[in-house]
């Protein structure tokens, strides 16, 4: 489902970097004004295929830094940029939400955040009068055959959520996966088969008993400095 480009957010200050490598999983060095500077990096996915030296990204300035003054948000790709950081993709579902741009989630609120089930965190709870929803996000900026794609590494606690979620199913509650596309130009969104295919069945068993898997499409317009929504409803390939 596409339509027209909805702004959700600002990035500014915003600065455009240079990337030179990854340090570790939360820092990434990159030229800005050709000095070298260590900004946080808040995913820790591969990001293998946005990572490279030599490729354009862009950094906001942190307004009362702890330790890093920037943060590496975003990717360019061609006339737009691939939006990496997960907490800016969650404050961008947020302003969605809100914003009622999201059809499937229509009048459903924000209740809980970080909520446990079970073992797990989940990282929202929804209501909706007397309906509630535990809803796990996902960032899925990775591409598979043209489609954006969740998991880019292994990951033991995106598992054990979603098993927390079904076991939640079975016990009579309701759930839902949300996988945000960071990305513009992609068919929907499929599970990573090769790099987790425990979570790619996982995600085929659960939406048999109703769990609910649905993805968003976010971009960063560096020319406007906006974070945008795309689609509020992408194609879903289990």
């Avoid at 924000?110 to 089930?117: D, Q």
């Avoid at 130009?185 to 109703?210: D, M």
């Amino acid at each position: 489902m596409k339509g027209p480009d909805h702004k959700l957010l600002e990035l500014k200050p915003s600065r455009e970097c240079r990337i030179l490598r990854r340090l570790n999983r939360f820092v990434v060095e990159v030229l800005i004004n050709d000095k070298p500077v260590k900004a946080h990096l808040n995913n820790t996915g591969r990001l293998q295929e946005y990572l490279i030296e030599g490729r354009i990204g862009f950094c906001t300035q942190v307004k009362r830094p702890r330790k890093l003054r920037y943060r590496l948000s975003s990717i360019k790709v061609g006339d737009w940029a691939a939006l990496i950081d997960t907490w800016i993709q969650m404050k961008a579902f947020e302003k969605a939400l809100d914003l009622e741009l999201i059809p499937w989630l229509k009048r459903f609120r924000i209740i809980g955040r970080n909520v446990r089930l079970g073992g797990s965190r989940i990282d929202y709870l929804l209501g909706r009068g007397d309906e509630k929803i535990y809803r796990e996000v996902k960032s899925a900026v990775y591409r598979v055959g043209g489609y954006a794609s969740y998991p880019d590494a292994p990951s033991t606690r995106g598992i054990r959520q979603i098993k927390a979620l079904i076991d939640h199913l079975r016990a009579g509650g309701r759930a839902i996966t949300l996988f945000i596309a960071g990305l513009k130009n992609v068919n929907g969104f499929k599970p990573n088969h090769e790099a987790s295919p425990e979570l790619a069945e996982l995600l085929k068993a659960g939406s048999r008993i109703g769990l609910v898997v649905k993805s968003i499409g976010i971009y960063h317009d560096p020319k406007s400095s906006a974070v945008r929504l795309w689609s509020p409803d992408l194609k879903i390939s289990l």
